[in-house]
């Protein structure tokens, strides 16, 4: 683990290492939260998909929308305890507590800041990406009546305004998550010392989540393409049939898969935006050399006659 400020590759190629040495111990404590979080996201598709099969019939709009919000409870009580899980792997991991016992202990005691902070770190760039995609649809709309080379140039402006705050505001997030987790403090010093320690930092900061979702997107994707294979060779054998027509088996291969990514993406870039917010610390506090003095001290003490 780095013991002084590091480059951006560097902390993604650790992340990446700490991740692959404890992999059993991540998806021990991640699988169940991820597999009934797979399972929801599924229901909700598939019962989406059959009202719509059906015709949109009224009479079966109730049973559906009973369904749909059974699985829409499922998944956020999945999510809630994924977060919870989270945060004692966080300590666990960088040996702020000596158990994951202990660790979990304290998320459920401060599980409402927790999830404060992991609410608004869905919430954030959630809104910028609803914004900049209603930004650039209004822009394809009414652009021909702009002159062409505005239209095109606002265009990509927006994408890439929306692309940027996007990714400063998951940086930000991340680490406030990271700080809810490893420190207790109350919920406004936390958002106070999260911007502080952000703001000197912000196109380095987006650089490093970018490099770091790219990476664990990448890892993901080798996954996820035997599946889009099996969709394509059951649409091609089935006459190119409607993803609501496909056997049962694919929905489960779906879910299977569905897990494995989620456990892999959020393992490292939990790992990752933690070891972010330490050379953050690094670099804004100087605890690294605060450490090092510590341990100096500790070394050159006499002890008593």
Known sequence: MPQKPAT????????FRIFRSNWRHFVGKLF???????????????TWLFFIKGGGNMQGFALHLSILFGFAILFILSQWELALRCVALLRDTFLVDSKFEIAYKFARKHQWRIMVVYTAGVILPTIIFIVT???AILLLAFGKNILRIIAVTSFFSIIVAGTVMGAMALVLTAVWFVLVSLEDLAIVKILERGYELVSPY??????????LCMSAFAVCLSFYLPLIGMEMFESFTHGGQAHGDMPLHLACVETAVGTILSILSTGIILVGSALYCRDLQFRREGQDISK??????????????
């Not at 951006?8 to 992340?15: I, S, T």
């Open 8 to 15: 951006l590759g560097d902390l993604v190629g650790v992340a």
């Open 32 to 46: 169940w939260p991820s597999l009934f979080a797979s399972i929801s996201i599924t229901g909700m598709e598939w």
């Open 133 to 135: 995609t209603i930004g």
């Open 202 to 211: 912000w196109w380095r900061s987006g650089s490093f989540i970018c490099l």
């Open 292 to 305: 090092h003095c510590s341990d100096l001290f500790v070394q050159t003490q006499v002890p008593e006659v």
